[in-house]
């Protein structure tokens, strides 16, 4: 069945570095979408993206969609402490409608 | 602003019981899921339900899992006898629109926890 993966598991960066993680899944996907947990909360949807090579931006945050639409990346310029969470990436296949989470990326972020 | 709700936010319970967890979805939608999350783990689906059926559902939604709508406002998911490795935190989401599109809506989540 389709997978997601998604790496690194954890990141640890000071206050102003630069953080990213990647996702990539077994089959092409129809769009991709990334989800934010605070810790003790609930997934909270940040953006979808749908169209091969897409890139969009959040003010300190950008978000691509690989060419072949199997992979995407997300992107925190300059970290601050709010930042912290999991990062999940999410992703549906071209065969169904249901979302599929990838493992998530913790960051955490030393003021 | 709307926002799914989920009763109750933890439950405790005795291996082999009945657990019956409840979502209100937010009203204009019309897609319903079910998300479970082990502690620090991911967060993995279960079962979507959409006109009063289910559309898609997991492996992990074997026969000892169900879902339903009753009325016109909730969305149940009980699981008929536990196990200890139903533990997790469930979260119900909902969302509106065209079936593969559209984000999700999270509740706050369901703690489970079997004893």
């Known amino acids: 069945g389709q997978q997601v993966m998604q790496i690194p598991q954890y990141q640890h960066v000071q206050e102003g570095e630069d953080f990213t993680t990647y996702c990539n899944s077994s089959t092409t996907l129809s769009n991709i979408q990334w989800y934010k947990q605070r810790p003790g909360g609930h997934p909270v949807f940040l953006i979808q993206l749908v169209k091969s090579g897409e890139v969009k931006k959040q003010k300190r945050l950008t978000f691509q969609f690989g060419e072949a639409k199997k992979n995407s990346s997300l992107h925190i310029t300059a970290t601050q402490t709010t930042d912290v969470g999991t990062y999940f990436c999410a992703g549906r296949d071209n065969q169904g409608g249901k979302l599929i989470f990838g493992q998530g990326t913790e960051l955490s972020v030393k003021p | 602003e709307p926002e799914v709700t989920q009763t109750p936010s933890h439950q405790v319970t005795q291996m082999g019981q009945e657990v019956i967890l409840r979502c209100v979805p937010i009203?204009?939608?019309?897609?319903f899921y079910w998300y479970r999350q082990i502690l620090g783990q991911k967060v993995e689906f279960l079962v979507s339900f959409y006109n009063n059926e289910i559309s898609e559902k997991s492996e992990i939604f074997d026969d000892q899992f169900s879902v339903e709508r009753p009325d016109g406002s909730n969305f149940t998911l009980k699981i008929r006898s536990t196990k200890l490795e139903d533990s997790a935190m469930y979260f119900c989401?909902?969302?509106?629109?065209?079936?593969?599109?559209?984000?999700?809506?999270f509740g706050e989540g369901s703690r489970l926890t079997v004893l």
């Open positions: 009203s204009n939608h019309l897609y």
């Open positions: 989401a909902s969302k509106w629109g065209d079936r593969d599109t559209g984000e999700l809506f």
